[in-house]
C-alpha cells in the first residue's frame, strides 16, 4: 500500500473542502431548519407522535440521513469528475497507485466531509427539538458507513458522468425520490399496506430504519436486515469501482 | 551504461479505430536526451501515455529501469515524471499543494526544502502560494515541471515542453534539461522542431504515422546534413562513369546527363577543384554547375513523404 499518495489525495482534497467551507456548510444548515419549520412545526402540529416520539425528533435521524447521502455523493461524484474535466486525472494514471489506493483517498475525503456536515446537521437540529441517542456507538456507525457507501456510489457516478448535467442525473432522478420514500420523514407502518411492501424494494428504508433505531432504539426493520442493506450496497460499490480500474472504463484511452 | 528505456513492438489500436502505433521498437539508454521528431498526430503523445500508463497498450511490451510497465507498474512508474503536452492544472489550487501532491502521489514524503530547490531552480519561488490560474502561460508551463521533478525521477518525459514558449523560457528549459542530464537523468521529449532537437538531443528518432522511421545520433545526422552535392550538368549524357573518375564516388542525377559529386564541406579540401580538372581530362564537357544543400530538414521532409507514399500504395 502507498500510504502517502493515499494521505496525499486526502489532504488535497480535503484542503479544497476547506477553501470552500462556507458553501458547504451553510447551505445544509439552512436547509435543515426549512425542513425543521416545514415538517416539524407544519405537519409536527397535526401528527404530534411517532410510535411515542414527538414528531420534531422523529424527523431528526431521516433528515441527517437525507443531507448526509445528497453530500457523500455529490462530494464524491464532484470529487473524481473535476480532475476528469480539466485533465488533472493524468497524474493519478501515471504514479504509482493502484485503484484501492485513489478510491481510499478520494472516498475517503469525500465522506469525512458528509460526516462533519452529518454532524452539524445534528447539532443544528438540537437547537430546534430533544434528541436522545440510546446507541450512541451504533449511531455513528451507521453514519460513517452511510457516509462511506454513498461516496463510493458518487465516485462511480463521477467516473461515468462524461459532463455535469449527467452528474446532476443519477442523484435527482434516482437517489432524491429514494430518499423521499426512503421513510425520512415518516414511519413507513403508516403506509397503507401495498405501498409497505413496495417500499421494502427500497434500500433507502433500511439505512433510515437503522440510523433511526440508534437513536429511539425502534425501527420499521429488523437491525440485521439494515446491516445486510448497508454491507450489500457497500460491496457492490466496491465491485464495480474494481472493474472500472481494471478496465479503465472511462479513464483510459 | 544501461538500458533505461526498452519499447518492444508495441501496438496502439484506439477504440475508434485508429492504429496509432504500428510495432514501435525504441531502446534508450540511461542518462541519454532522446528527441522525438514527428508531424501532428505521429504518435508522440500516445506513446509516452502508454509508458506512463495514462493509455492502455494494444500488445508489445515495455521496461523502465528493467521493471515492466504494466505488471511491475509501482516501480517503474516511481521512476518516471512526465510533463504532458497539455496545460492540465487545477486552477484554483496553490503552486506549492500542487506540487506536494505529485511528490505525495509518488509514495514520498512531503520535503520542503526539496520542493523549495525545485521551485527556485524553475523561477517559481515567489509564486509558491499563489493560485494557477493567476500565473502566465509560461509559468504554468514552468509548474508543470515542478510537479514532474517533484519526486526526483530518473526518467524524464518532455511532451512538446516548447510550445507557446518564449526565447527565455527556452533557455532555461534547455539549462535545467542539461543540469539533469549530468545528474544521470535519462530525458525523452518531442518536438516538430529540428533545430531544438539538434541543440539538446544526444540521439534523434524520427516517427511518423506511428512508425519510427529512422534513430540516430545527433552528431552523424549533423554531418549529414552538413554534407553538399555538386550537380554537374554534361554536355553529353554518359551511360557509364569513366574509370578514371571512380575516386570520386559519382552518381547520376536523374537524367543521364547530370552528375552528383557529395563532399562534406567542412573538409580541409573538398576535392572540387581537382574533380573539374578530371572530368575536362576524361573529355567530358560540362553545361552548368550548381551545388544544393541536404539539410536534416530535407531528410526528414523525404523520410516522412516517403512513409506517406508507402502507406498510400
Ligand atoms: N484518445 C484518443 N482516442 C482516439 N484516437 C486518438 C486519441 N488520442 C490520439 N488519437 C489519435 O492517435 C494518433 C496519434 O496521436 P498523438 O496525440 O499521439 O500524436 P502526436 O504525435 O502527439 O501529435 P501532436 O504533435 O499533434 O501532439 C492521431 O491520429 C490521433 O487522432
Ligand atoms: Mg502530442
Not at chain 2, 190 to 197: C, F, G, P, Q, R
Request: hydrophobic residues 50%; contains cysteine.
Amino acid at each position: 500500500m502507498n500510504w502517502r499518495a493515499i494521505q496525499a489525495i486526502y489532504i488535497y482534497e480535503m484542503t479544497r473542502t476547506v477553501r470552500t467551507i462556507w458553501q458547504s456548510v451553510v447551505s445544509p444548515v439552512i436547509s435543515t431548519s426549512l425542513y425543521f419549520v416545514v415538517f416539524g412545526t407544519a405537519i409536527g402540529s397535526r401528527i404530534d407522535q411517532v410510535e411515542g416520539v414527538a414528531y420534531g425528533s422523529f424527523i431528526v435521524p431521516g433528515l441527517i440521513m437525507l443531507s448526509v447521502i445528497m453530500q457523500s455523493i455529490s462530494n464524491a461524484s464532484f470529487g473524481i469528475y473535476f480532475p476528469k474535466f480539466i485533465g488533472t486525472i493524468y497524474e493519478l494514471l501515471a504514479a504509482p497507485i493502484n485503484f484501492l489506493e485513489i478510491v481510499i483517498g478520494y472516498v475517503g475525503a469525500a465522506a469525512t466531509k458528509a460526516l462533519i456536515i452529518g454532524l452539524i446537521i445534528l447539532a443544528t437540529a438540537n437547537l430546534f427539538v430533544d434528541i436522545r441517542i440510546e446507541h450512541p456507538v451504533a449511531m455513528v456507525a451507521f453514519l460513517v458507513l452511510t457516509c462511506l457507501s454513498f461516496s463510493l456510489m458518487g465516485f462511480i457516478i463521477g467516473i461515468w458522468a462524461k459532463n455535469f448535467e449527467q452528474l446532476q442525473l443519477v442523484p435527482l432522478l434516482i437517489v432524491t425520490p429514494l430518499v423521499f420514500l426512503g421513510g425520512s420523514f415518516y414511519s413507513i407502518t403508516m403506509l397503507p399496506e401495498t405501498w409497505q411492501k413496495i417500499t421494502l424494494f427500497n434500500p433507502v428504508v433500511y439505512l433510515v430504519s437503522g440510523f433511526r433505531w440508534s437513536f429511539f432504539g425502534m425501527a420499521d426493520v429488523a437491525l440485521g436486515w439494515s446491516l445486510l442493506a448497508i454491507a450489500g450496497f457497500t460491496g457492490l460499490c466496491l465491485g464495480i469501482i474494481w472493474w472500472i480500474f481494471r478496465t479503465g472504463w472511462r479513464i483510459k484511452a | 551504461m544501461s538500458t533505461m528505456l526498452s519499447i518492444r513492438d508495441v501496438r496502439k489500436v484506439y477504440d475508434g479505430g485508429g492504429e496509432a502505433l504500428k510495432g514501435v521498437s525504441l531502446e534508450i539508454e540511461e542518462g541519454e536526451i532522446l528527441a522525438l521528431l514527428g508531424p501532428n498526430g505521429a504518435g508522440k503523445t500516445t506513446l509516452i501515455s502508454i509508458i506512463c500508463g495514462i493509455a492502455t497498450l494494444t500488445s508489445g511490451k515495455i521496461t523502465v529501469g528493467g521493471h515492466d510497465v504494466i505488471e511491475d507498474f509501482r516501480a517503474a512508474r516511481r521512476m518516471i515524471g512526465l510533463v504532458p503536452q497539455e496545460m492540465n492544472l487545477e486552477p484554483f489550487e496553490k503552486v506549492i499543494n500542487t506540487v506536494a501532491l505529485s511528490r505525495g502521489l509518488h509514495g514520498l514524503p512531503r520535503n520542503d526544502s526539496y520542493l523549495d530547490e525545485v521551485l527556485k531552480k524553475l523561477s517559481l519561488w515567489d509564486k509558491r502560494d499563489t493560485p494557477i490560474r493567476e500565473l502566465s502561460g509560461g509559468m504554468k508551463r514552468r509548474v508543470l515541471i515542478a510537479k514532474a521533478l517533484s519526486h526526483a525521477p530518473r526518467v524524464l518525459f518532455l511532451d512538446e515542453p516548447t510550445a507557446g514558449v518564449d526565447v527565455e523560457l527556452r533557455k532555461d528549459m534547455w539549462q535545467i534539461v542539461r543540469e539533469l542530464k549530468a545528474q544521470g537523468v535519462t530525458i525523452i521529449l518531442t518536438t516538430h522542431y529540428i533545430e531544438e532537437a539538434e541543440a539538446i538531443a544526444d540521439r534523434i528518432g524520427v516517427i511518423s504515422r506511428g512508425d519510427i522511421l529512422l534513430v540516430e545520433e545527433t552528431g552523424s545526422l549533423m554531418r549529414r546534413m552538413g554534407r553538399k552535392d555538386l550537380l554537374i550538368e554534361l554536355h553529353e549524357p554518359v551511360a557509364t562513369i569513366p574509370e578514371s573518375l571512380s575516386k570520386y564516388d559519382l552518381r547520376h542525377g536523374e537524367r543521364d546527363d547530370v552528375l552528383i559529386y557529395s563532399y562534406d564541406t567542412q573538409a580541409a579540401r573538398t576535392g572540387i577543384t581537382q574533380l573539374l580538372t578530371d572530368l575536362s581530362e576524361a573529355g567530358l564537357v560540362l553545361r552548368d554547375v550548381q551545388t544544393r544543400q541536404s539539410s536534416l530538414e530535407e531528410i526528414f521532409v523525404g523520410l516522412v513523404r516517403d512513409n506517406n507514399a508507402e502507406d498510400a500504395a
